[in-house]
């Protein structure tokens, strides 16, 4: 995915939090010490609501927190989990770090490759996948494993993963292939 240095130029589509995700924000407000501090969680809201963020996302965060538009960038090109690009309907991020590593990331990334056809930063043409490759998630105990649909899928090996990915490509739930 490229950064937000690279993309910083506006989608042309304004942003308002959803009623729900301004209640959310309030919400928000009074359990965090400062409002630099609400920076990622607001973020995050308004992600979700969009599914990526466009500068006008982030502008509308850095005015309703009273914070510099670049101290926001700089939040969301930090963090890999905020995306500035439209993603698939199903977006892998397989952790490439030392655990994974050592316990055979390099498979997974072919099986995605082979049966999807894409690469680390491409999405599919039907939309269905985006795929990164990303560092260490915290779950090391459980490599390999990747994000997909804001949840972790642990100890993979090639065959669940050949399985989850079926299911996301037949548009079932591919929580029901997550076994050994
Ligand atoms: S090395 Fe992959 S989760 Fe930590």
């Known amino acids: 995915m490229a950064h ?5 130029a506006k989608s042309g589509k304004p942003f308002a939090y959803s009623p729900e995700n301004e209640q ?21 809201l308004a992600q979700e ?6 500068v006008e996302a982030m502008e ?16 969301v090109e930090f963090y890999t989990m905020f995306k500035t ?9 397989l952790c490439r770090t030392l655990s994974c590593w050592m316990r055979g990331y390099e498979d997974m990334q072919k099986l995605i490759e082979r049966k999807i056809g ?8 039907d939309g269905v996948f985006s795929f990164e490759l990303v560092e260490c998630l915290g779950s090391c105990g459980t490599a390999p494993m990747m994000r997909m ?14 399985r989850i990915l079926d299911a996301c490509k037949q548009g079932r739930d591919p929580a029901s292939e997550d076994t050994q």
């Open 149 to 162: 649909d804001n949840r972790y899928w642990e100890n993979l090996t090639v065959d669940k993963l050949s």
């Open 60 to 75: 509308y965060v850095a005015k309703r927190l009273e914070q510099p538009a670049v101290a926001v960038f700089a939040v």
């Open 85 to 93: 690009e439209p993603t698939g309907k199903h977006h892998i991020q």
């Open 24 to 44: 959310k924000f309030k919400e928000l407000l009074p359990k965090y010490p400062t409002t630099r501090a609400v920076i990622l969680p607001a973020l995050w």
């Open 4 to 8: 937000v240095s690279q993309t910083l």
């Open 49 to 54: 609501q969009d599914g990526y963020l466009t």
């Open 118 to 125: 894409i690469g680390p930063g491409e999405k599919s043409a």
